[in-house]
């Protein structure tokens, strides 16, 4: 039975309040999926086997791909990477017939800002991710699989290159993996720094050799994904959770958080926190709760909040009022106005120039367009002017409504999902702090005219290098 006592909502304005009793209750040590998260015992192979990871994995497998699927389906685990699709329905899509090579692509490109958790598991469990690769492989009927790691995490890809050759070592990977005579291999491919590369069908164009741009859809990677065969894609977490929840059971994990928010998940905090950290928590838990446990609370306590970005930069932020109701789960947040995305929590307190702060997130995201999309290419650039009028004294109060019908026209008119991520914290930043705005555009106006506006961030000069690394100009190092 669902542990649902303490998780009910109660429906009040943008958020959900919680009761006091389920505010009490943190994840027990015995069901947390990651037992070596800040790397206090050895991550490779010796220390993982003591951990239990590959423990009687051969009987698993032996249970056969629909065993598989059905567990995974029954225990109602959610993608992790950012869209919260059925892990156990997307593995259903993949043929079962053998007409052509299946493939397995883990998405390692952590490029979401605020989200550092699969960094952790690559260098800390690489093992238990490895593991659930051949797990999640044998079932959607797979040869091989590609592990696509973000281009600046190198240290963290050696990690899981030693624990790969560990594994074929040991016979856990290869030509008869863990015993069973199923040949499966496992590859690493780094990425080239990307954003867009995080989406799945420009991971794939870029694991192909070809510049990370999305694929229109259908077809669906199911059917026509790496090098025009069937594959399917998952992030880091979402696999790397698989064998725990294989070993213990859907009942277990679906008895955590609270209905279609199930199981546990890697939470990243940062910001103005007292201990920025990554940690594992039940799904649904308090917003408040999970900062003020795990994080130290909000720099300068809980009264200095202003505001936070729940799920990764991507998401509309959400005010301190609705950070003290709602939960941190896909149904709390959605009704809150935002979206539970990577779980990465950034924190911002009262000394914190919101509008300046989204106008750098404008900035990213107009840099990292891949372009193929007119409203994308084009409409992240006027949204990122718009913010930069405002921040100069250059702007009007009516700019403020262009901005939100210029992010309406991206949103949901491009192919993948980086055109939303570039409209949702310009609507989060109007729909919340409107009257602040108004306020800088009259202020700015006055302190242009009065030639005393401070000084502003030029974001298109590239960032000084630290003393000792600076590479001549007009080298071929500093071109590229």
Same mark, same amino acid.
């Given at each position: 039975?669902?542990? @649902?006592?303490?998780?009910?909502?109660?429906? #009040? /304005?943008?958020?959900?309040?919680?009761?006091?009793?389920? !505010?009490?209750?943190?994840?027990?040590?015995? +069901?947390?999926?990651?037992?070596?998260?800040?790397?206090?015992?050895?991550?490779?192979?010796?220390?993982?086997?003591?951990?239990?990871?590959?423990?009687?994995?051969?009987?698993? $497998?032996?249970?056969?791909?629909?065993?598989?699927?059905?567990?995974?389906?029954?225990?109602?685990?959610?993608?992790?990477?950012?869209?919260?699709?059925?892990? /156990?329905?997307?593995?259903?899509?993949?043929?079962?017939?053998?007409?052509?090579?299946?493939?397995?692509? %883990?998405?390692?490109?952590?490029?979401?800002?605020?989200?550092?958790? +699969?960094?952790?598991?690559?260098?800390?469990?690489?093992?238990?991710?490895?593991?659930?690769?051949?797990?999640?492989?044998?079932?959607?009927?797979?040869?091989?699989?590609?592990?696509?790691? #973000?281009?600046?995490? #190198?240290?963290?890809?050696?990690?899981?290159?030693? !624990?790969?050759?560990?594994?074929?070592?040991?016979?856990?990977?290869?030509?008869?993996?863990?015993?069973?005579?199923?040949?499966?291999? %496992?590859?690493? @491919?780094?990425?080239?720094?990307?954003?867009?590369?995080?989406?799945?069908?420009?991971?794939?164009?870029?694991?192909?050799?070809?510049?990370?741009?999305?694929?229109?859809?259908?077809?669906?990677?199911?059917?026509?994904?790496?090098?025009?065969?069937?594959?399917?894609?998952?992030?880091?977490? &979402?696999?790397?959770?698989?064998?725990?929840?294989?070993?213990?059971?859907?009942?277990?994990?679906?008895?955590?958080?609270?209905?279609?928010?199930?199981?546990?998940?890697?939470?990243?905090?940062?910001?103005?926190?007292?201990?920025?950290?990554?940690?594992?928590?039940?799904?649904?838990?308090?917003?408040?709760?999970?900062?003020?446990?795990?994080?130290? *609370? %909000?720099?300068?306590?809980?009264?200095?909040?202003? !505001?936070?970005?729940? /799920?990764?930069?991507?998401?509309?932020? $959400?005010?301190?009022?609705?950070? =003290? @109701?709602?939960?941190?789960?896909?149904?709390?947040?959605?009704?809150?106005?935002?979206?539970?995305?990577?779980?990465?929590?950034?924190?911002?307190?009262?000394?914190?120039?919101?509008?300046?702060?989204?106008?750098?997130?404008?900035?990213?995201?107009?840099?990292?367009?891949?372009? @193929?999309?007119?409203?994308?290419?084009?409409?992240? *650039?006027?949204?990122? +002017?718009?913010?930069?009028?405002?921040?100069?004294?250059?702007?009007?109060?009516?700019? $403020?409504?262009?901005?939100?019908?210029?992010?309406?026209?991206?949103?949901?008119? &491009?192919?993948?999902?980086?055109?939303?991520? !570039?409209?949702?914290?310009?609507? *989060?930043?109007?729909?919340?702090?409107?009257?602040?705005?108004?306020?800088?555009?009259? =202020?700015?106006?006055?302190?242009? %005219?009065?030639?005393?506006?401070?000084?502003? +961030?030029?974001?298109?000069?590239?960032?000084?290098?630290?003393?000792?690394?600076?590479?001549?100009?007009?080298?071929?190092?500093?071109?590229?």
């Amino acid at each position: 039975m669902l542990r @649902q006592a303490g998780w009910a909502l109660r429906q #009040r /304005g943008l958020g959900a309040s919680f009761s006091t009793s389920a !505010a009490s209750r943190a994840l027990a040590g015995e +069901d947390r999926i990651y037992t070596n998260l800040y790397g206090r015992d050895d991550p490779f192979l010796k220390g993982a086997l003591k951990r239990g990871d590959w423990y009687r994995t051969a009987d698993l $497998i032996a249970k056969g791909p629909e065993w598989l699927i059905s567990e995974v389906k029954a225990s109602g685990i959610r993608g992790r990477g950012g869209a919260g699709f059925s892990t /156990g329905m997307k593995w259903s899509f993949m043929p079962k017939n053998y007409d052509c090579p299946h493939y397995l692509v %883990v998405n390692g490109d952590e490029g979401e800002p605020g989200t550092s958790k +699969d960094r952790e598991i690559l260098r800390h469990e690489p093992h238990k991710l490895l593991e659930g690769i051949l797990l999640a492989g044998v079932a959607v009927r797979a040869q091989a699989a590609y592990v696509y790691i #973000r281009g600046e995490y #190198r240290n963290y890809r050696y990690s899981l290159e030693r !624990a790969i050759h560990e594994a074929y070592q040991a016979g856990m990977l290869g030509r008869d993996a863990c015993g069973t005579g199923i040949e499966f291999h %496992v590859y690493t @491919q780094p990425g080239a720094g990307a954003y867009v590369c995080g989406e799945e069908t420009a991971l794939l164009e870029s694991l192909e050799g070809k510049q990370g741009r999305p694929r229109l859809k259908p077809p669906y990677p199911a059917n026509a994904g790496l090098y025009g065969c069937p594959t399917t894609i998952n992030n880091v977490e &979402t696999i790397s959770s698989i064998p725990t929840i294989l070993r213990r059971g859907p009942q277990w994990y679906s008895s955590l958080g609270r209905p279609n928010n199930l199981g546990t998940k890697l939470f990243s905090i940062s910001g103005h926190v007292n201990r920025p950290c990554t940690v594992e928590e039940e799904m649904s838990i308090p917003f408040k709760e999970l900062v003020e446990r795990h994080a130290g *609370g %909000v720099r300068g306590g809980w009264d200095s909040l202003l !505001a936070a970005i729940p /799920g990764g930069s991507s998401v509309p932020l $959400i005010p301190k009022d609705v950070c =003290e @109701q709602v939960l941190m789960d896909y149904d709390s947040l959605q009704e809150a106005g935002t979206y539970f995305g990577t779980g990465a929590v950034i924190v911002m307190d009262s000394s914190t120039d919101v509008i300046e702060a989204i106008r750098r997130l404008s900035w990213f995201y107009k840099h990292e367009s891949c372009g @193929q999309c007119t409203p994308c290419r084009e409409g992240s *650039g006027w949204l990122w +002017d718009i913010l930069t009028r405002i921040q100069t004294g250059e702007a009007d109060v009516k700019e $403020i409504d262009m901005a939100i019908n210029i992010s309406k026209i991206i949103e949901g008119h &491009t192919i993948c999902a980086l055109g939303d991520a !570039a409209a949702w914290p310009v609507q *989060g930043l109007v729909r919340h702090f409107r009257p602040l705005i108004e306020a800088r555009i009259r =202020e700015r106006r006055q302190m242009r %005219v009065a030639n005393s506006l401070p000084d502003i +961030d030029d974001l298109h000069r590239k960032p000084q290098h630290r003393e000792g690394l600076t590479i001549p100009a007009g080298s071929l190092q500093h071109a590229i």
